[in-house]
């Protein structure tokens, strides 16, 4: 075990040193608190409204360039920043020189009250970096959707997707990454983080971020009480929302063998000549999405409406998988994909199929030691038809209600194979075997959707909560196989997104 160290990063143009702090002080805290950097708010501390987003910046694999990513200073411990880059929106320009975004939002009348807009800012902060690096301008759809984890009450959301249009037409401004590279290069220099400090309420407290795999399954087998933190965006809540202690922590967002997303050749699930996903654990939930849906395009929208940008460039998809909310999205698309789990403890791995892992209500297979190491996702066999459908009472930035994910191999016409994964109708994300089984072996008709939508009832007794009534889950979910079946029969399928919101709203203005 290395000596206990600071917490190092780089910050308003220096390297930042932190002792003393407890382990779970939040970027934000920090910032308002200790920095004072009081131009970042606090609006829900959950992740929800973007009025903390910040900008962190990592080196790639290469040690060559910095990414540049928004994500939410809320729900961040200040540990996950040793060895990166913070910015805020005091490193924007200042009042009397205003960067491009700045002056946009002016321009175009994009603040009133003024509590989002340094949210906003930092999130088109983002959006400018990306598309200057690669000499692009977005859509203003792109822009609506990289915005949707900036929530505002009082501007309406015109003026600011006109001012993140408006930012392109300036002469460009980025930030300056030479700095920014030669600081992280010297903080890669570092040991691997060991920071002691007293918790929130004053008891001892460590947090490890070991760097190979190797160093991570032999540390977490020698701290099975400790937690493992990814990305925080649960964790996160826990802390704040219900006050709860982590004790020992371990970070899982080092490790550079558990960030990897590789290709395997020839194991595709019916054994033919397709390519495996290896995603490690430690993806971000953007970078673990858009793998997947490059293979499985239909997947996208499920992908756009998890969470918000800021919150998938933190969390992972391992975390995800690990946490099994029973209204999680990620499981529902990995099960319905015919994914495999990966379990490691010190040098032992097993496999399972991913429904396998689920026990019961937030009770999975991990043994004590052992860790979510990667997920496997085959490429849907030919002949697969796959959708991906999400229901919330809020299209952007919410939880499901309902999610169901449902996929069937056909040969002329007739049903292979049927895996209809399906999250918040059971205290798990589960599988609806009854309706599988009905429909396997025979034409993908009209007659056989009824009958699976029939046979759900026999596979799950959802509950009645605040997001939905249990007969409204009962309801949606059998017409949701009714409606895969419009959209994968042989003659005339409904095209794919004609029933979705986007299509209600440009109807709409096409009638006004
Ligand atoms: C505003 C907001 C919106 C959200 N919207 C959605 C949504 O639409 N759909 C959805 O499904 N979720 C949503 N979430 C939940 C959350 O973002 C995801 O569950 C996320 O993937 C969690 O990943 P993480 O890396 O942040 O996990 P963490 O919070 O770091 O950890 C979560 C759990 O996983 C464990 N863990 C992490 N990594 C491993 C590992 N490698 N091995 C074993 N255990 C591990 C941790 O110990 C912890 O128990 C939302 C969260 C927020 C704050
Ligand atoms: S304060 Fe609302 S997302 Fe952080
Ligand atoms: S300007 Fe008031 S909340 Fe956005």
């Not at 805290?29 to 990592?58: I, N, S």
């Not at 990414?67 to 200073?73: D, H, Y």
């Not at 490890?208 to 795999?213: C, D, E, G, M, V």
């Not at 009209?446 to 409204?472: G, N, Q, V």
Request: glycine letters at 8%.
């Amino acid at each position: 075990m290395t000596e206990p160290r600071p917490i190092r990063f780089f910050h308003q143009g220096r390297l930042q040193s932190i002792t003393g702090l407890p382990p779970t002080t939040t970027v934000l805290q920090y910032l308002r608190e200790h920095a004072r950097c009081a131009g970042t708010k606090e609006g829900c501390a959950e992740g929800d409204c973007g009025a903390c987003t910040v900008l962190v910046g990592e080196l790639d694999a290469d040690g060559r360039a910095v990414g540049l990513r928004n994500v939410n200073a809320c729900i961040q411990f200040l540990p996950m920043l040793d060895g990166k880059a913070l910015f805020t929106v005091e490193d924007l320009g200042g009042s009397t020189d205003l960067n491009p975004v700045q002056q946009a939002l002016v321009d175009c009348h994009g603040s009133q009250c003024g509590f989002c807009t340094p949210g906003f800012a930092m999130t088109m902060q983002a959006i400018y970096e990306r598309h200057q690096a690669c000499g692009t301008r977005p859509e203003r759809q792109a822009l609506a959707d990289d915005l949707a984890g900036n929530l505002c009450r009082c501007t309406g959301y015109r003026p600011i997707l006109d001012a993140g249009e408006r930012m392109f037409d300036a002469p460009p401004r980025t930030i300056d990454r030479a700095p920014i590279v030669e600081a992280l290069r010297v903080l890669a220099e570092d040991p691997p983080l060991h920071y002691e400090a007293p918790s929130r309420t004053g008891s001892p407290q460590r947090v490890f971020a070991p760097r190979s795999i190797d160093g991570f399954a032999a540390l977490r087998e020698a701290m099975p009480q400790a937690r493992l933190v990814a990305g925080a965006t649960d964790v996160g809540l826990w802390v704040n929302k219900q006050h709860r202690e982590l004790g020992d922590v371990i970070l899982t967002g080092c490790v550079e063998e558990m960030r990897r997303i590789d290709t395997i050749a020839g194991q595709d699930a019916a054994g033919g000549n397709g390519s495996t996903l290896r995603i490690g654990a430690s993806v971000t939930l953007e970078d673990a999405w858009s793998a997947l849906t490059e293979r499985v395009p239909s997947l996208r929208e499920l992908w756009l409406r998890f969470a918000s940008p800021p919150v998938r460039h933190a969390g992972t998809l391992g975390g995800n998988i690990a946490n099994g909310s029973p209204i999680g999205d990620g499981a529902p698309a990995l099960i319905a994909l015919g994914a495999r789990i990966v379990l490691r403890r010190g040098a032992t791995r097993r496999t399972l199929p991913l429904e396998a892992f689920y026990l019961d209500y937030m009770k999975n297979a991990l043994e004590p030691g052992e860790f979510v190491e990667a997920l496997e996702v085959p490429t849907p066999p030919p002949g697969t038809r796959l959708r991906g459908y999400k229901l919330a009472k809020r299209y952007d930035s919410d939880i499901s209600a309902v999610c169901a994910v449902l996929s069937l191999r056909l040969e002329d016409g007739v049903v292979r194979d049927a895996r209809f994964a399906f999250g918040g109708m059971a205290a798990i994300v589960k599988r609806a075997a009854k309706a599988e089984a009905v429909v396997t072996g025979r034409a993908w008709d009209e007659a056989a959707s009824i009958a699976a939508a029939a046979a759900l009832k026999d596979d799950f007794k959802p509950m009645t909560d605040l997001r939905a009534s249990a007969s409204y889950r009962e309801r949606t979910a059998a017409n949701l196989i009714r409606r895969f079946w419009l959209e994968t029969r042989a003659n005339a399928p409904v095209a794919a997104g004609s029933a979705s919101v986007w299509q209600a709203v440009n109807l709409h203005r096409s009638v006004a």
